[in-house]
């Protein structure tokens, strides 16, 4: 009788126990937000639910980022050139594709974790209109946070430029860096070492405060929905209310609004208390997460600009960049075209020309990149050119100047012969 008496105790326990089991995964959301009703969480930082879809996006979404930023590239190409068969391809390829992957893959995690008991079968392989969502979103929130990524770290790679090298090879240089940034970024990523490198911290609160924006949207639609919901039916339900207090006795009616006042003076006291808790428990938790982020990134800062130099010097990113060999040829020619015409007799509106065509041989000399073999006679030639055109100018005016050997010359009929 004792053994038979202990089994079935054991077997109640099991049930009980699998019966809070139950009840605890049921209604651990309803749970959750009871909890946190009370707690005010700032707007302009990330839910924990943001930080959460976060980091599920590593081992999920990011490897397929190639893809994505491809599929962009693409789409940008297409319109510029007009490409309407590589603006199908990457529509498909960058946007259609990920969005389908990622609403399956939302879709079938949401049944896992709800354990839906459906009679449709199509409900359960076809994905829901959230679902959908959901993967267009992710989708967006992946392209841009790496846009702003590569846009950010292409001007931060400038400061390992001079300020004279970037103004003479500005879209060289810009067209170089950002090659070079996004072709680092992607290697992190085949190579599974973007933990310690320093824009996957940026890419994290990017992609949080993009999750943050779509809770903020939904919450304050959800909110103006209501209120015309309430005000649609306002009148009514206080019709209703009108009638149900018109039927009480009238002491009755004094013992209902006296217990109703007590009632909401208890319920604002309990709130005032909470809400006092609450404001030190949220300033305590704002300055600790605060200090830990500053703390944090400026322990990171010397790595962030020690790492500068990998985007520009890392010999194993991409092959050696390209230069254009015809920008130098093209500076010498102009500046041989420009010596010709000031040997000429020209009248003297026709200087200004000249002083135009040096001052364009010149800039088109500054074009010559600082890698380039001809650079250091690039610079000299610059400064050639520039005294040049300074004799130039004072010849217009009809002044006297010194030739290379000391002899003074006179601009005679407005004719000058520079040497090269």
């Not at 931060?156 to 950002?178: G, M, P």
């Not at 040096?358 to 073999?373: D, E, F, G, I, Y």
Request: aromatic content about 14%; some cysteine; charged content about 20%.
């Amino acid at each position: 009788m004792a053994y038979k008496e202990g089994i079935i105790k054991t077997k109640n326990y099991l049930l009980q126990f699998e019966h809070l089991l139950i009840m605890t995964k049921q209604n651990f959301l309803e749970l959750a937000k009871q909890n946190l009703q009370g707690f005010y969480w700032p707007a302009w930082f990330p839910y924990p639910s943001s930080w959460f879809r976060a980091l599920i996006l590593v081992p999920i979404a990011l490897p397929g980022t190639h893809l994505i930023v491809w599929g962009l590239t693409g789409i940008i190409i297409s319109f510029v050139e007009n490409r309407p068969l590589l603006l199908s391809f990457s529509l498909w390829f960058g946007i259609f594709l990920p969005t389908v992957f990622l609403a399956f893959l939302y879709h079938f995690i949401w049944y896992i974790w709800q354990r839906r008991n459906s009679k449709n079968t199509l409900s359960k392989l076809i994905p829901s209109c959230s679902s959908i969502w959901q993967g267009f979103y992710t989708t967006f929130v992946l392209a841009l946070s790496f846009i702003i990524i590569v846009a950010l770290f292409t001007e931060l790679t400038f400061l390992e430029c001079k300020y004279s090298q970037i103004a003479k090879s500005l879209n060289i240089c810009n067209k170089y860096l950002t090659e070079r940034t996004i072709k680092s970024i992607f290697s992190s990523i085949e190579n599974k070492k973007f933990f310690v490198q320093p824009w996957f911290i940026i890419w994290i609160f990017n992609v949080s405060y993009l999750f943050q924006l779509e809770l903020l949207f939904k919450k304050i639609l959800n909110n103006q929905l209501k209120l015309i919901w309430k005000n649609k039916y306002k009148f009514n339900k206080n019709d209703a209310v009108r009638l149900e207090n018109t039927d009480l006795p009238n002491d009755k009616q004094d013992n209902k609004n006296k217990k109703h006042q007590r009632q909401i003076l208890e319920a604002s006291q309990k709130y005032y208390n909470k809400s006092k808790n609450n404001k030190l428990v949220k300033l305590i938790f704002n300055l600790l997460a605060i200090g830990g982020t500053g703390l944090f990134l400026f322990t990171k800062v010397p790595l962030i600009k020690n790492n500068l130099s990998l985007y520009i010097s890392s010999p194993n990113i991409s092959s050696k960049i390209t230069f254009n060999p015809d920008v130098f040829q093209q500076a010498g020619n102009k500046a041989i075209s420009t010596a010709n015409l000031a040997q000429s007799t020209i009248p003297e509106k026709e200087w200004k020309k000249v002083i135009i065509q040096w001052q364009a041989a010149t800039s088109l000399m500054k074009t010559v990149p600082p890698a380039n073999p001809n650079d250091a006679t690039g610079q000299q030639r610059i400064t050639k050119y520039k005294k040049k055109l300074r004799s130039t100018k004072r010849c217009s005016e009809g002044s006297v100047i010194k030739g290379s050997d000391g002899v003074q010359v006179q601009c005679v009929r407005n004719k000058w012969v520079p040497k090269l």
